[in-house]
């Protein structure tokens, strides 16, 4: 991961919480986690995200060490965003969020 944010509480879970931002960014590390995806491409996976928040979200997991950038010399210009191994290892947290909510908040 990069260098620790010293604002970040000192509360695992709180820590958690800060770092994903609310929905959007959750969304966005949960579309990441079936492979590496462009802007375009993410923004066609979240409807209703603006481009300015999705960009917000990328930069902010960016910074804290979840995902990286990488951009290619072409015409047009191309970026990729690609969950680190930090990132990846929040399948196993989102695994978990989605076969709670399945047993637990049945859709009605």
Excluded: N
């Excluded at 929905?23 to 209703?48: D, H, K, N, S």
């Excluded at 804290?64 to 990846?88: D, F, H, I, M, N």
């Amino acid at each position: 991961m990069s260098e620790p944010d010293h604002t970040l509480p000192e509360c695992p879970i709180a820590r958690f919480l800060t770092v994903l931002e609310g929905p959007w960014a959750t969304l966005v590390v949960r579309e990441l986690l079936m492979g590496p995806r462009r802007f375009t491409e993410l923004r066609a996976a979240l409807p209703g995200i603006s481009p300015k928040t999705l960009s917000a979200r990328l930069k902010g997991l960016e910074r804290t060490g979840l995902l990286t950038r990488t951009p290619y010399a072409e015409v047009p210009p191309r970026v990729e965003y690609e969950l680190t191994e930090a990132g990846y290892r929040l399948q196993t947290v989102f695994t978990a969020m989605a076969e709670w909510a399945e047993r637990d908040l049945p859709v009605r």
